[in-house]
């Protein structure tokens, strides 16, 4: 379902190459880099995909990147029909419709 709404690559699912060696999907469009991962640490959360290219450390540091992880978030939610947080917050998505989660 990721796949088809992001209009990206198959997501490959095999094993890390580093400890904890547990499985990771990965996939790779136009330079940027997708990991999907299962997590616990976070409640009624079950997976976390990280979103990067090999570029956004240095055009972060010039102040030349936009963080899109809301947009992104709300996108999956609506599209996928997924339950998504942006991590490091404290707003949910559901349905493409955001709230903002108590401590």
């Known amino acids: 379902m990721l796949e088809s709404e992001l209009e ?3 997501i490959w699912i ?13 996939a790779e469009v136009f330079g940027w880099e997708l990991w999907l991962e299962k997590q616990e640490t976070i409640k009624s959360f079950q997976y976390l995909l990280h979103i990067e290219t090999s570029h ?3 055009e972060i540091f010039y102040d030349r990147m936009h963080d899109i ?9 609506e ?4 339950d998504t947080l942006v991590s490091e917050s404290k ?12 401590d």
Not at 91 to 102: H, P, S
């Open 8 to 10: 990206v690559p198959e």
């Open 14 to 26: 095999q094993p890390r190459e580093e400890p904890p060696y547990d499985d990771v999907g990965y």
């Open 56 to 58: 956004s450390v240095q």
């Open 69 to 77: 992880s809301l947009w992104l978030a709300r996108y999956i939610s």
């Open 79 to 82: 599209f996928c029909k997924l």
């Open 91 to 102: 707003v949910m998505f559901n349905d493409g419709v955001y709230k903002i989660l108590d």
